[in-house]
T-cell receptor
Framework: DAKTTQPNSMESNEEEPVHLPCNHS???????IHWYRQLPSQGPEYVIH???SNVNNRMASLAIAEDRKSSTLILHRATLRDAAVYYC?????????FGTGTKLQVIP | NAGVTQTPKFQVLKTGQSMTLQCAQD?????MSWYRQDPGMGLRLIHY???????DQGEVPNGYNVSRSTTEDFPLRLLSAAPSQTSVYFC??????????????FGEGSRLTVL
């Protein structure tokens, strides 16, 4: 499994963009990069995933480095509801393991 | 659309008791898995299954048994509960082999306390 490194915590002001980084230098060529988030007292929820190209959906954007050794989850306008732990998960679809993630605090 | 349903939502056990946490999904997903999350910690994978009749161990399988007799159900059995198994348990499912995103769908969790 690819090793990941994420900041333990980050802060953002409400309505400002947030860039959440993830290093996954040992990722294999066929591994997708999934991002999940976990709101307080809830189960994780899927945010976005990608392989090589940058991806956008209604929740966020995912920017993947050309060498695929890192990626960045972009929340375009942080809201209070975005306060959560964000997990970057490179790998296949089996035996999906979560690291410690980045705890995002959104300041009103 | 129910998605992933876990029962019970809350349970208190005494040390040494056994119980089964139920997980059912109605999305015809082949892949199912169980996680535990201790207070202030991340999720740890207990067991997973890639289809009916196939199960495998995750990161922390000791003290837990699973079986997968149907596509829909993936129960987690605690044979002899210990206080160290006090945690919130999450069941998840996905079906990445049919062209979907492979995203995991999670249940709401089962909070277990072992006294």
């Amino acid at each position: 499994d690819a090793k990941t490194t994420q900041p333990n915590s980050m802060e953002s002001n409400e309505e400002e963009p947030v860039h959440l980084p993830c290093n996954h230098s040992t990722i294999s060529g066929t591994d997708y990069i999934h991002w999940y988030r976990q709101l307080p007292s809830q189960g994780p929820e899927y945010v976005i995933h990608g392989l090589t190209s940058n991806v956008n959906n209604r929740m966020a954007s995912l920017a993947i480095a050309e060498d695929r050794k890192s990626s960045t989850l972009i929340l375009h306008r942080a809201t209070l509801r975005d306060a959560a732990v964000y997990y970057c998960i490179p790998g296949g679809y089996q035996k999906v393991t979560f690291g410690t993630g980045t705890k995002l605090q959104v300041i009103p | 659309n129910a998605g992933v349903t876990q029962t019970p939502k809350f349970q208190v056990l005494k040390t040494g008791q056994s119980m089964t946490l139920q997980c059912a999904q109605d999305m015809n997903h082949e892949y199912m898995s169980w996680y535990r999350q201790d207070p202030g910690m991340g999720l740890r994978l207990i067991h997973y299954s890639v289809g009916a009749g196939i199960t495998d161990q995750g990161e922390v399988p000791n003290g837990y048994n699973v079986s997968r007799s149907t596509t829909e159900d993936f129960p987690l059995r605690l044979l002899s509960a210990a206080p160290s198994q006090t945690s919130v348990y999450f069941c998840a499912s996905s079906d990445p082999w049919r062209g979907g995103s492979g995203e995991l769908f999670f249940g709401e969790g089962s909070r277990l306390t072992v006294l």
